[in-house]
């Protein structure tokens, strides 16, 4: 039987990112959400102090997509998840058909590292994603700004319809909306981010 070692590492020594929020002002509550999403599914929620204005204006490319695959291996001493996802929408900024975002943490060789404040990325699952840009060309890879705040889940009931919830802090309550709400909001932030 393999026996994991739990690894906790601290999201200061993890390389940063421009925009990334490494700080402990980021709280995270998980919230039941079956009565908003109408099933009988538990689903998780954040609270960040970041409006969602703030994460777009953070972000250089907000992005849908499916986690296609993960991966993670060492790098600089320090345990890394890779996801690859395939993106179906770019709502801000400009992004291959396929981004690999990096983010610390993850398993390797019976070895589990967790930051607290890292979104956890899922084979199949679909997300709205406010990424920058890390590395040059070939080496390229992108990493969720603001910790959890950047990574936005997308549900969809058997009719296909898509949902997104997230907490905002500026009226202190859970907000849910339709995605194309969602991605109308971040187009305009950008536009008028753009002026």
């Given amino acids: ?18 925009g990334v929020l490494r700080s402990r002002a ?14 009988s599914r538990a689903l998780a929620s954040f609270e960040v ?13 907000v992005v849908l997509g499916h986690v296609v695959a993960t991966s993670s291996h060492w790098e600089r001493g320090t345990i890394v998840t890779d996801a690859i996802v395939d993106v179906s929408a770019t709502f801000k900024g400009r992004a291959p058909h396929e981004v ?10 019976g070895i589990a590292a967790r930051v607290d404040g890292v979104p956890v990325f899922r084979v199949g699952e679909e997300a709205v994603l406010f990424l920058v840009q890390h590395g040059a060309a070939a080496d390229a890879h992108f990493h969720v700004v603001d910790g959890l705040a950047g990574k936005i889940d997308v549900a969809r009931d058997a009719a296909g319809h898509a949902t997104v919830v997230w907490w905002e802090p500026e009226i202190d309550r859970i907000e849910r909306t339709s995605l194309g709400e969602l ?5 305009r932030v950008a536009q008028e981010e753009a002026r």
């Avoid at 709280?27 to 099933?39: E, Q, Y």
């Avoid at 690999?100 to 060789?109: D, H, I, Q």
């Avoid at 991605?183 to 187009?187: F, P």
């Fill in 26 to 39: 980021l709280r995270i509550a998980v919230v039941a959400l079956p009565l908003v999403f109408g099933s």
């Fill in 1 to 18: 039987m393999d026996s994991i070692a739990p690894v906790v590492l601290d999201p200061r020594a993890a390389p940063a990112a421009p």
């Fill in 49 to 61: 102090l970041e409006p969602i204005d703030t994460v777009v204006h953070h972000a250089r490319a």
């Fill in 183 to 187: 991605a109308d909001h971040v187009q």
């Fill in 100 to 109: 690999v975002v990096r983010e610390p943490g993850g398993r390797v060789a």
